[in-house]
DNA sequence: CTAGTTGCAAACATTTTGCCACTAG
DNA sequence: CTAGTGGCAAAATGTTTGCAACTAG
């Protein structure tokens, strides 16, 4: 964990950039918390440990570390805010509980590589990217009458 | 065409909702419109026919058609703003351009079902909707330099 | 030093709300 | 008539911008 944090910052700060109060408290929150943030989230968790900063800085940083790979953003399709997580290792989906938001995360054996070749076979469109989020009712809502 | 006009205008007739100039108005760009619109492409082409309208009241309208199964919303995740689509027939997802912004439909042989299938049964989530949609370049893009 | 970073205030884009007036059936 | 709709202004939500001031390295 910590080492994650040390691995991410150093890597930046090769690359030129500063290690802020911000940029530290930011990478720090994506490595403890594995499901994906939204800027008013991180900017609420953030004042719990950093006294004065503003919320401009935090969707500049947001959009920093995005920019340089270290998250990436999610659109819920139920949400209006985006959202972010590490961009960590292997590409994986959510399942979104619409009774008690809760997220999960799951991974698809194969996932779409197979669909986006078709794709690109019959209609020459080279996916690059997909979105691709689960809703419904989780294990512990559908016990609950 | 006209017949899915008066057939959805009906339904929601005898209903006992009434049939309004901008219901009217909304239903038919959803019908003579397949890809997906934004409420401010609707409030815009919509000011091409009628005169006087207000945008809450295509916002109102929009929750309305939705509320009622005529037209679903949709997120692209590239995008801001919500889009809706006539809720009818068959699934489909899009693939999206990310150079020319096009957006095309396609439908999955088999979707997701299977994957579904297995989500409820390894983790008790059962999946009642999923969000889908594929990023990259299309044919046309990728033909020029 | 100086480029990268921050704060502040204000603008922005999209959507929602309250409240009262209006109209389709 | 009267429930369903519409208009207007204002608020709410989430995000971005301009610009001057500040600071990590």
Known sequence: MAERLNEILSELSGRGFRLT?????????????????????VISMLGQSITTFNKTTVYRELAFLK?????????FPHERAKRYELATGEHHHHLICLKCRKV?????????????KKILRSRGFHVTNHSLEFLGICQTCRWQA
Do not use: C, M, Y
């Open 21 to 41: 109060r911000i940029r530290r408290g930011v990478v720090e929150l994506f490595i403890t918390n594995a499901l994906p943030l939204s800027a008013l989230e």
């Open 67 to 75: 920019e340089h790979g270290v998250i990436k953003e999610i659109q």
């Open 104 to 116: 999960e995360e799951i991974e698809l054996e194969g996932d779409l590589e197979e669909q986006e």
